[in-house]
């Protein structure tokens, strides 16, 4: 089984993107064949600025290598290293109706803000759905926001396959030339809340960084909105995002423990709060010192980049083969 996913390298990643994504490969890589990419095509739509995008696409690197991902189990690489993904794109593009990217929530939102919308953010899902489908995956990782595009991508490949393949059956996905992917997504960690207990997004601002320093995590942490219940009275925790966020650090036991002073009161938020920062600094302490030490050792990341696009491209160059010949691009 084939397991893939991307990260946008649009700022720096949050424990939202930790624990709605990033989390699951590293657990796949040991029990699946890993694809694990940097979506720098993808960003290019947000981040305009070429230094910019350069420190954020090798930190998206530096990320995953600090967190674990192993580069001999797992294939590393930048989507733009392998330029059969705009190609696919193309040929996805002839099979996609207008009308399924007019339903895709980022576009809607762009319109229905009144924002420029360009080409770029139209297309978006066809070229997700092209890295999805040009490494015949057949599991993708993702947050819950990003199901939609998971289904696009499933619609597209049905499409593609009703048209050139001659023994599709839609119903058992076989006979087609690409392989239908399905999402996988975590019921309990789907949406991760942000300080102000909104779903955690950059675009929020709401965020708590993956690997900030030990300032920025206090600062983060001790912004998160909570209500104004006092310190001796009980609190509910099932509306409390201190808690939500304690929760994906805390065994069933501390759970149950941090359930219980809740109800009885006698601790208060900033106690709570405290608690949390020392979760976020025990679980992410030792990544946050290796990535300082893989910073300085740039060349090595980037071999690493290289051996992980010249692998992704053996794939890519087969499916994508079969693509072309499917539609008389090639003999
Ligand atoms: P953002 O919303 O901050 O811009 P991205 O769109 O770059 O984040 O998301 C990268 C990955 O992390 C996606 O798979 C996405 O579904 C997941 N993700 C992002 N925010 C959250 C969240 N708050 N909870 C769970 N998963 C998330
Ligand atoms: N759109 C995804 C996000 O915003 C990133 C992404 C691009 C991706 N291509 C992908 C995720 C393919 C999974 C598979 O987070």
């Known amino acids: 089984?084939?397991?893939?996913?991307?990260?946008?390298?649009?700022?720096?990643?949050?424990?939202?993107?930790?624990?709605?994504?990033?989390?699951?490969?590293?657990e796949f890589q040991h029990r699946h064949e890993g694809?694990?990419?940097?979506?720098?095509?993808?960003?290019?739509?947000?981040?305009?600025?070429?230094?910019?995008?350069?420190?954020?696409?090798?930190?998206?690197?530096?990320?995953?290598?600090?967190?674990?991902?192993?580069?001999?189990?797992?294939?590393?690489?930048?989507?733009?290293?392998v330029p059969e993904v705009t190609q696919l794109q193309w040929v996805l593009g002839t099979v996609t109706p207008m009308g399924l990217l007019e339903r895709a929530?980022?576009?809607?939102?762009?319109?229905?803000?009144?924002?420029?919308?360009?080409?770029?953010?139209?297309?978006y899902p066809v070229l997700m759905a092209a890295d999805i489908l040009l490494y015949d995956s057949d599991r993708v990782p993702v947050g819950q926001d990003q199901t939609q595009h998971l289904e696009i991508a499933r619609d597209i490949a049905i499409r593609f396959n009703r048209t050139y393949g001659k023994d599709f059956d839609p119903k058992t996905g076989?006979?087609?030339?690409?392989?239908?992917?399905?999402?996988?997504?975590?019921?309990?960690?789907?949406i991760v809340p942000g300080t102000d207990g909104r779903k955690m997004s950059?675009?929020?601002?709401?965020?708590?960084?993956?690997?900030?320093?030990?300032?920025?995590?206090?600062?983060?942490?001790?912004?998160?909105?909570?209500?104004?219940?006092?310190v001796e009275a009980p609190k509910d925790s099932r509306k409390s995002t201190v808690f939500a966020l304690l929760k994906l650090f805390s065994t069933p036991e501390e759970i149950a423990e941090i359930e219980r002073q809740y109800r009885a009161g006698g601790v208060g938020y900033g106690s709570f709060k405290e608690r949390l920062?020392?979760?976020?600094?025990?679980?992410?302490?030792?990544a946050r010192?290796?990535?300082?030490?893989?910073?300085?050792?740039?060349?090595?990341?980037?071999?690493?980049?290289?051996e992980g696009a010249s692998r992704a491209r053996a794939v890519a160059g087969q499916v994508l083969g079969r693509v072309l010949r499917a539609c008389g691009l090639r003999v």
């Open 1 to 26: 089984m084939r397991v893939l996913s991307g990260v946008k390298p649009s700022d720096r990643p949050h424990i939202g993107n930790y624990f709605g994504a990033i989390r699951q490969f590293l």
């Open 35 to 81: 694809f694990y990419f940097i979506a720098d095509l993808h960003a290019l739509d947000q981040v305009r600025d070429a230094a910019r995008l350069r420190e954020y696409s090798f930190g998206v690197a530096l990320d995953f290598l600090a967190l674990g991902l192993d580069p001999k189990k797992a294939v590393l690489f930048r989507q733009s290293d």
């Open 105 to 123: 929530h980022a576009y809607k939102d762009a319109v229905a803000k009144d924002k420029s919308v360009d080409f770029g953010l139209f297309a």
């Open 174 to 190: 076989e006979g087609g030339v690409l392989k239908l992917p399905s999402a996988v997504v975590l019921e309990e960690t789907g």
């Open 202 to 230: 950059k675009s929020y601002g709401n965020t708590i960084p993956l690997f900030g320093t030990d300032a920025e995590w206090r600062k983060s942490v001790m912004g998160i909105v909570t209500d104004s219940v006092p």
């Open 277 to 286: 920062l020392r979760k976020i600094q025990e679980t992410f302490g030792a």
């Open 289 to 306: 010192e290796r990535r300082r030490q893989l910073e300085r050792d740039p060349v090595e990341v980037e071999r690493v980049l290289a």
